[in-house]
């Protein structure tokens, strides 16, 4: 997977049947499903994958216990299904992770109780088990740092934990093995139209400069918050579609909460949901839900974002997070379709998703989340390949395996690389060298940088450190120390010069500063 290869194999192709722009969650959805079902399959990534919003999730597999909530039961009832599935086909990278739903009123026991036996049950035989409600000390027993002051007792429920940026890998290795091309680190510049119908697109390669015209039957808008910007490249005068929500979280130690049981907040004092979930021996903490108007790849926690986070792990937990104690703070956007033209009120809008084909033949899918990206997939196929005239073919990725599908249980660290694992290992039985960590504070070896350029795209240090490993997000600090170990890796592996490295310790420097408090 070279990616001088996959240039050529750009160049030298005349027309493909499907283009898409975009690289995160959807986009590599909609990869896997057109390649899979034999489709010529290009996709286009402006950053690198899943830079944007797709590497930023609470790292929940889920339903959507607030969307309950609303009474939205048929979103959660297809969540859910699409959460077994999940399970099901890449078990390597979706675990169980049990919650616990604190209760400090007696009438929250029977009424969250009851909501989450009916999500329990939505389940059906995909079903992760079945929620109960627990005593007091049975709750103190699973989450030792609960706020002890006025608790009942909780409730238990069951939902998945994945690592975001890691699926968007493996979901990326996954459309490759179908036969499907993809690219980071490539924009689209432009659309070429012949009698009001998109038949290219210009997309420029960061690295070289160069601008290749690309020729399709169809192209879909998979680019999430930033769908409006690539709509109006077809079209100046579109109607934005999009409403923007921010969401932070906050990475602190294990000692914040201990045990193996999540916490669940189903209501704070302004109605938001808040989380406390062990993830690679941390615990990340969030979200809010603040309506932002424009649009960054790197968005930044606002400082009442912060605020109200660490305010109400006090208000739940034992103690509250000091400055010092904050490993990591990321922030991610949320794309929301407007709802009757007001886009005020973030929480109330649809996290469902939302398909438009504009006359120029561009297909825009927007909304949903992470848990649901193979339905949306499906459902974009199944309607560009009506549209563009490309046969019908029926969808296969319901029980389709994901790159690296491996039910055996390994360290945390190599849990995620699946079947790949073992070749990792034999990198370090090689080379010994490779076995050493980047850092101390840090799980990851430099086998793995060797590994992420040469079978996952990485080109840049931040490639490395924030989405092939999660080293920026587990300790946004040690990050920025091991950054010069793994420029020297890349660029043993890529040939780069040490004025490279000097580039790219700076940039990734500067990066990771918007990560610390």
Not at 64 to 73: C, K, S
Not at 98 to 108: L, T
Not at 204 to 222: C, L, P, V
Request: with cysteine; net charge neutral.
């Amino acid at each position: 997977m070279q990616r001088h290869d996959i240039i050529n194999t750009i160049t030298q192709t005349s027309h493909w049947d499907v283009v898409i722009i975009g690289g995160g969650a959807t986009g590599l959805g909609i990869a896997v499903d057109a390649a899979s079902r034999g489709y010529k399959t290009l996709l286009l990534e402006a950053h690198d994958f899943a830079k944007g919003t797709s590497s930023k999730a609470t790292k929940l597999v889920h339903g959507g216990v607030r969307y309950l909530a609303q009474g939205n039961i048929s979103l959660v009832y297809e969540a859910l299904h699409e959460r077994g599935r999940l399970r099901k086909n890449a078990p390597h990278l979706v675990r169980v992770m049990p919650h616990v739903v604190p209760a400090y009123r007696m009438i929250d026991l029977p009424f969250y109780g009851s909501g989450l036996l009916l999500y329990s049950v939505l389940a059906g035989r995909l079903g992760f088990g079945f929620s109960r409600i627990i005593s007091r000390n049975a709750a103190l027993t699973l989450a030792p740092t609960l706020n002890k002051q006025h608790l009942k007792g909780g409730i238990v429920y069951y939902d998945g934990q994945f690592d975001d940026s890691r699926l968007a890998i493996t979901l990326m290795r996954t459309a490759f093995n179908h036969g499907a091309t993809l690219v980071n680190h490539m924009p689209v510049t432009g659309f070429v139209h012949e009698n009001q119908k998109i038949v290219a697109v210009n997309a420029q390669d960061r690295e070289t400069g160069i601008t290749h015209t690309i020729h399709a039957k169809s192209f879909i808008n998979a680019t999430g918050v930033f769908v409006d910007d690539v709509r109006k490249l077809d079209n100046a005068h579109i109607k934005p579609l999009l409403a923007r929500s921010q969401g932070i979280h906050i990475v602190v130690d294990r000692s914040f909460l201990p045990g193996d049981h999540a916490v669940m907040i189903p209501k704070t004092a302004d109605g938001r949901v808040l989380f406390a979930l062990p993830w690679h021996d941390c615990v990340v903490i969030g979200t809010t839900d603040t309506p932002v108007a424009h649009a960054d790849i790197e968005p930044r926690p606002l400082d009442d974002e912060v605020e109200f986070v660490l305010s109400h792990t006090e208000k739940y937990l034992t103690r509250r997070p000091q400055p010092h104690e904050v490993l990591s703070v990321f922030a991610g956007l949320r794309p929301l379709v407007k709802a009757g033209g007001d886009s005020g009120n973030t929480k109330a809008l649809s996290r469902d998703h939302t398909i438009i084909i504009a006359e120029s033949g561009l297909m825009t899918i927007t909304g949903g989340k992470w848990t649901t990206y193979r339905h949306m997939a499906e459902d974009a196929v199944n309607q560009i390949c009506q549209r563009a005239g490309l046969g019908s073919r029926a969808c296969i990725t319901h029980e389709l395996r994901l790159h690296g599908y491996s039910t055996e249980r390994d360290s945390d660290a190599m849990q995620v690389y699946g079947s790949d694992a073992p070749h990792i290992r034999a990198l370090m039985h090689t080379n010994p060298e490779l076995a050493e960590l980047i850092h101390p504070a840090l799980p990851y070896t430099k086998a793995e940088v060797v590994w992420a350029v040469r079978h996952e795209l990485a080109r840049t240090v931040e490639d490395v450190l924030a989405r092939r490993t999660r080293a920026i997000l587990l300790n946004a600090q040690a990050s920025v120390t091991a950054a010069t170990t793994v420029a020297h890796v890349i660029a043993n592996e890529l040939d780069y010069d040490q004025m490279w490295v000097n580039a790219q310790v700076e940039s990734y420097t500067a990066f990771a500063q918007t990560y610390m408090l």
